[in-house]
């Protein structure tokens, strides 16, 4: 296993990726850690945001054998791994953010195929005290896993390393992460708004198909939709 820290970076998805082929002649297990990033990258090439009390980190993982069940796994294995650590309970919205008990983003998971051998993972977690006078475009509000937690007084580099191998001991079956995600989905059952292709559907959110699909029902039909954007309205 094979873990590079920064004090600063600009991002570690970035950098991962960019340096992907050389990390790889020394292992296929990597994790690229930071203290700060400054230039995050989200779903969709959408920014990550940076505030304080925040954690940033990108590694390499093994797809599961539905590949694109894969970012929906690590996000319930976040929760695991938060629910042990910190005994907060967060939630899973379809199909990459963490949301906490009151429905506020927390944070957020990107997944990038190199192979079929190896998936790169971004997370970004807002894991401690977020300020008020945070500023950002989040319908759903923002939010942190502990408001109480000041994560300068904690160990980046040992935290983000506690977590990806929490990650490499704790894999799902196809099977388990569609169970799991029933049972941790904020929106189960809930009325929801997908924009896919700037078109917008409403509709009933009733979890997961083989792939990973939302099963949305619009006027009592079931309808599959696999890359999309997600809000829920109720």
């Keep these: 296993m094979l873990q590079k820290h920064f004090k600063t970076i600009n991002s570690t998805q970035i950098y991962l990726k960019e340096n992907l082929d050389k990390l790889l002649c020394q292992d296929s297990e ?3 850690s930071c203290s700060e990033q400054t230039d995050g990258v989200g779903r969709k090439g959408n920014s990550w945001d940076n505030y304080s ?13 539905i590949p694109s069940l894969t970012p929906i796994e690590i996000g319930l294995l976040t929760i695991s791994f938060l629910k ?9 919205k379809w199909p990459n953010d963490l949301l906490t008990a009151e429905g506020k983003k927390c944070g957020g998971i990107l997944c990038q195929y190199y192979n079929e ?7 970004g977690l807002n894991l401690g005290k977020i300020s008020s006078s945070a500023k950002g475009q989040y319908p759903h509000g923002l939010g942190s896993v502990d408001q109480s937690l000041e994560l300068q007084e904690f160990d980046h580099e040992k935290i983000s390393m506690e977590i990806y191998q929490f990650f490499l001991s704790h894999r799902l079956s196809p099977e388990n992460i569609k169970k799991e995600f029933n049972l941790s989905c904020f929106h189960i059952n809930k009325k929801v708004l997908l ?12 979890g997961l198909g083989e792939n990973g699909e939302a099963i949305v029902e619009i006027d009592s039909i079931d309808t599959k939709f696999l890359s999309s954007s997600l809000r829920i309205l109720n």
């Excluded at 042990?84 to 899973?92: D, G, Q, V």
Aim: glycine fraction near 4%; charge should be positive; charged fraction near 25%.
């Design 30 to 32: 990597i994790i690229i």
């Design 53 to 65: 009390n925040s954690l940033a980190l990108s590694f390499t993982i093994k797809p599961t054998s």
């Design 84 to 92: 042990e650590k910190y005994k907060k309970s967060l939630f899973a």
């Design 117 to 123: 051998s190896i998936v790169v993972v971004g997370l």
């Design 195 to 206: 924009i896919e292709d700037e078109k917008e559907f409403i509709g009933i959110f009733k």
